[in-house]
């Protein structure tokens, strides 16, 4: 798929994150939680519990010189229900390591909205970046990858997930990858590998937004 196909369907790309960490992110970039840990030069034991496992509080970070990160909570995942969805062999482990590999977009307001009125977010602020879909991935397209699913979620019936579930942007076109998916006819989220450290060149605006209210 080319960037002008996806940005055909899909203008705009959202990312949630924490109040305030778009001065961070301005400044590094918008990091995966693995390299986020990189840049904070996080001790291999205290890295094992925040990539490998499931987090069941926010956990935040402190560096001499980058001041604090806040890495999110994965409490829409149950481990016993992601034991039971995953596919290719994949360990809960290994699939927690493929997620904080990632730095993660929704792909449409619709998804964003589910986010932000979801029982768990209902009473907190986030900070959502708005991205011009086109720009980012003209330059980022070997590293865009497509998925059908909420990856990061497990609630109610968990979809199938495995080791094809984030698909190279430009290895299928839409038609194709709608056939390997099952006849899906949505991309839910939009990946980039490791990092985007030039996010604020694709960044439109960063709102405030209180959970639980209508992003539109």
């Known amino acids: 798929m080319l960037p002008e196909c996806l940005a055909a369907r899909h203008p705009r790309l959202y990312h949630v994150t924490e109040p305030g ?15 986020l840990l990189d840049l904070f030069e996080a001790e291999s034991h205290e890295r094992d519990g925040i990539e490998k496992k499931r987090r069941d509080s926010s956990v935040k970070i402190n560096h001499p010189q980058y ?9 829409p995942i149950s481990e016993k229900a992601l034991t039971n969805c ?9 699939w927690f390591q493929r997620l904080n590999s990632r730095v993660f977009f929704w792909a449409s307001k619709e998804g964003v909205n589910r986010l932000l009125n979801a029982r768990l ?3 907190r602020l986030r900070e959502l970046i708005v991205v011009d879909t086109l720009s980012l991935a003209k330059v980022h397209a070997e590293k865009i990858e497509l998925c059908p699913i909420n990856s990061g979620a ?5 979809a199938r997930r495995g080791v094809d579930t984030f698909t190279p942007m430009l290895k299928y076109n839409f038609k194709d990858w709608s056939k390997l998916r ?20 694709h960044t439109l605006e960063v709102l405030l937004i209180e959970g639980g209210k209508t992003f539109d």
């Open 121 to 123: 977010n209902r009473n």
């Open 67 to 75: 001041g604090y990160a806040v890495i999110n909570d994965n409490l």
């Open 21 to 35: 960490a778009w001065s961070n992110i301005k400044r590094h970039g918008l990091l995966s939680t693995s390299r």
């Open 182 to 201: 099952g006849q899906q006819d949505r991309i839910l989220e939009v990946t980039v590998r490791e990092h985007v450290l030039d996010i604020a060149q």
């Open 86 to 94: 995953l596919d290719d062999n994949l360990t809960p482990s290994e």
């Open 154 to 158: 497990t609630f109610r019936k968990a």
